[in-house]
Nanobody, 133 residues
Framework: QVQLVESGGGSVQSGGSLRLSCAGS????????TGWFRQVPGKEREGVAS???????NYADSVKDRFTISQGNAKNTLYLQMNSLKPEDTAMYYC???????????????????????????WGKGTLVTVSS
């Protein structure tokens, strides 16, 4: 079955950096969305950064120019380089992947950044990021 394991979270002070990793296994999708999402208690899960099988990348406005999403050569590993971290970045960070029935380029540009477009069981367990002021 699909397994996603996040790592790399930790506690840093404002302005610091972290690199999150997501190791995926149990799937081989030719067309897909994958991305990073975050959630804090009492708030809905939000998209942070996503990339699809056609290489289209999207970022939340709040992290644009600070975070960079990338994939390993094998495409089953996802990274999120987080620079210039702010206290409001504090959250549990999750990675997710979902297969698409057709080429990802035929989907709306922001499709992969929307948490609701991923299945309930398409998520990792999360890694905690805490940014102090």
């Amino acid at each position: 079955q699909v397994q996603l394991v996040e790592s790399g979270g930790g506690s840093v002070q404002s302005g610091g950096s972290l690199r999150l990793s997501c190791a995926g296994s149990g799937y081989t999708y030719s067309s897909y969305c994958t991305g990073w999402f975050r959630q804090v208690p009492g708030k809905e899960r939000e998209g942070v950064a996503s990339i699809d099988s056609d290489g289209r990348v999207n970022y939340a406005d709040s992290v644009k120019d600070r975070f960079t999403i990338s994939q390993g050569n094998a495409k089953n590993t996802l990274y999120l380089q987080m620079n210039s971290l702010k206290p409001e970045d504090t959250a549990m960070y999750y990675c997710a992947v979902v297969p698409l029935g057709v080429a990802s380029a035929t989907f709306p540009a922001l499709y992969c950044l929307q948490p609701g477009n991923y299945g309930e069981d398409d998520w990792g367990k999360g890694t905690l990021v805490t940014v102090s002021s």
